[in-house]
């Protein structure tokens, strides 16, 4: 869920507020490409809100800055940079409060990797324009997850199987997927889920819009139209979504053709392991953190449980 707007413990809040409308109980507030500065910012919020409130944030999502240009998205080019050792050093002081950093190994130093992986941060793969190799040799590196596998990373074809191929042919690797028939063709969904398994996890990669009413948003300085359920710039980039988790969970039944039972696991044990808090979210179980979502048959919410609270929609 992105977080470049005001980037304060506050608003963290207010998104966590929104998510439990749409089921969602624990999130990853994602700060997209921007400056040093915010970057610092995100860190200092993210540290109040953890003290404040448990299993709601995991931790932050810094998806940027250290991305390719080629597959920048929606991503600002003036902030778009390689990797240094000072944002490192503060990355891996504060690896408590920072779940994962997306970036584009062929423009950032493999030593870096190595280092935030060495810390517990969860490195992942994304905005790429690697080839084949070079994304296998990243996986070596300590990369363990791709961001919305199929957008902004180089497609599989006949003699390049690029970033797609790689994330296939890497059996241990995650990658989350945007289930809202915008970003990636449910038939491909089914494809990567019949390859990956249970190492593919739906994300929503959800914007302003999602679960609430907006003809347009300002994102990282640019205006955002929303129309017809698609977030897109004027040039007709995707810029992010305006999924819920419940809707994610509701199209991969639906249009993919995935069982209840395992696009829930999708939603939730599945990500919970792929960023290590397996031990305490993702199950029904003795002694788990209950967050709980209960829907009905026609996945609309009707209430939600965080650390044993319950609320109604």
């Known amino acids: 869920v992105m977080l470049n707007d005001e980037v304060t413990a506050t608003t963290m809040q207010i998104m966590h507020k929104a998510n439990l409308k749409s089921g969602c109980t624990s999130f990853l507030p994602t700060l997209i490409t921007s400056s040093d500065e915010d ?3 995100a860190i200092s919020a993210a540290r109040e809100y953890h003290s404040q409130y ?4 995991l931790g932050l999502h810094l998806e940027g800055p250290y991305l390719n240009v080629m597959k920048k998205g929606i991503h600002s080019v003036d902030f778009i940079r390689p990797s240094d050792d000072n944002m490192i050093a503060t990355m891996c002081e504060n690896s408590d409060v920072i779940a994962k950093v997306t970036l584009a190994p062929e423009h950032n130093n493999p030593e870096h ?7 517990g941060i969860v490195v992942s793969i994304g905005h790429t324009n690697a080839t084949y190799t070079e994304a296998r040799k990243s996986f070596e590196s300590g990369i363990t997850f791709a961001t919305h596998l199929f957008n902004a990373m180089t497609p599989m074809v006949g003699r390049e199987p690029g970033v797609v191929g790689a994330i296939y042919d890497t059996p241990e690797v ?15 969904i089914r494809i990567a889920h019949k390859i990956k398994g249970e ?6 990669d959800a914007t302003a819009p999602a679960g609430a009413n907006m003809d347009y948003f300002i994102f990282v300085g640019k205006k955002v139209y929303y129309r017809d359920g698609k ?12 999924l819920t988790m419940i809707e994610a969970v509701q199209n991969t039944v639906e249009h ?10 999708m939603a939730t044990l599945y990500p919970a392991k792929a960023i290590g808090v397996d031990h305490k979210l993702g199950r029904v179980k003795k002694g788990m953190v209950a967050n709980l979502t209960a829907f009905d048959r026609d996945f609309n919410v009707q209430a939600t449980v965080v650390n044993g609270q319950y609320e109604h929609n």
Not at 54 to 57: A, M, P
Not at 256 to 265: F, T
């Open 231 to 242: 977030c897109v710039d004027e040039n007709g980039t995707l810029g992010g979504s305006a």
């Open 174 to 188: 995650y990658a989350g997927i945007i289930a809202d028939g915008f970003h990636v063709d449910y038939a491909n």
């Open 256 to 265: 993919v053709g995935i069982a209840l039972d395992e696009a829930l696991r």
């Open 199 to 204: 190492k593919l996890v739906l994300v929503t």
């Open 54 to 57: 448990k299993n709601q944030s």
């Open 39 to 41: 970057m610092r910012k």
């Open 113 to 119: 990797i190595e280092r935030l992986v060495k810390a």
